[in-house]
C-alpha cells in the first residue's frame, strides 16, 4: 500500500478536478455503471485463446458531459479484480481505474464508440507478482448501445499502454493485464 499512496492521492485530485469541472457544464449527468469482465495476461491471447480468459466483474461510477451535439465526454471509477495465470494458476489483484472516455456517436442511431485513456491503481501488493506494477496506464476501446435516455449498454477492450513492449515474466509465463469487458450504463434521474 506505500506504492499506492501518492497515486491514490494523484487520482483524488483528478476526480476532484473532473467533477469541479461538471458544475460549468451545461448539460451533465452522473451515473452507475456495472457488469463482467474476462482478464488475461496477454493482449494476443484475449483474441487467439478466449477461453484461458479469467471471469470476474467490475463496478463504478461515472459524470457525463456533452461537449457537441451527442459527442459525450466520460471521466470513470471503476473498481474491478483482475486476473493473471501464473504457471497455470489464477492470481487475481483488486484494482481502481480511473479513465476518461469519449463517446463517439455512430450516425444518427443510438450506437456510439467508447475511446480514452486509464489509469490503474493496484489496491494491494500481492506477494505473487512482485514485478506488476502498482500504477499502470493504458486505453479503452469498444462499442456501446443507448437502449433507453437512461439505460445503456457497453461492450470494451481495456489494454495496457506498453502493448508494443516485450512483456514481463512471471512464472513461466508472460505478463500483461487486458481484459473484455461487457456491462450497463444507468444515468441517475439528477443532474441534467
Not at 39 to 57: E, H, L, T
Not at 134 to 149: R, S, W
Not at 157 to 175: C, D, I, R, S, V
Request: some cysteine; overall charge neutral.
Amino acid at each position: 500500500m506505500k506504492n499506492c499512496t501518492p497515486t491514490l492521492r494523484m487520482m483524488g485530485l483528478l476526480l476532484m478536478l473532473c467533477c469541479s469541472s461538471s458544475v460549468f457544464a451545461q448539460n451533465w449527468s452522473y451515473g452507475v455503471r456495472a457488469g463482467f469482465n474476462a482478464s488475461d495476461g496477454s493482449v494476443f491471447n484475449v483474441f487467439a485463446k478466449p477461453a484461458n480468459a479469467i471471469p470476474s466483474y467490475h463496478i463504478g461510477v461515472f459524470g457525463q458531459f456533452y461537449l457537441y451535439d451527442e459527442l459525450r465526454l466520460c471521466p470513470e471509477l471503476t473498481y474491478t479484480p483482475k486476473s493473471v495465470r501464473v504457471a497455470g494458476e489464477a492470481v487475481t489483484d483488486n484494482y481502481l481505474d480511473l479513465s476518461l472516455v469519449a463517446k463517439l456517436p455512430l450516425g444518427e442511431g443510438s450506437s456510439y464508440l467508447t475511446l480514452g485513456p486509464f489509469a490503474s491503481f493496484r489496491l494491494k501488493e500481492n506477494a505473487i507478482l512482485t514485478q506488476q506494477q502498482a500504477f499502470d496506464l493504458g486505453g479503452i476501446f469498444g462499442y456501446g448501445y443507448q437502449i433507453t435516455e437512461q439505460l445503456g449498454a457497453e461492450l470494451r477492450l481495456q489494454f495496457p499502454a506498453n502493448l508494443w513492449e516485450k512483456p514481463a515474466t512471471l512464472g513461466g509465463g508472460t505478463y500483461r493485464l487486458t481484459s473484455w469487458s461487457i456491462g450497463l450504463t444507468y444515468l441517475l434521474p439528477w443532474g441534467q
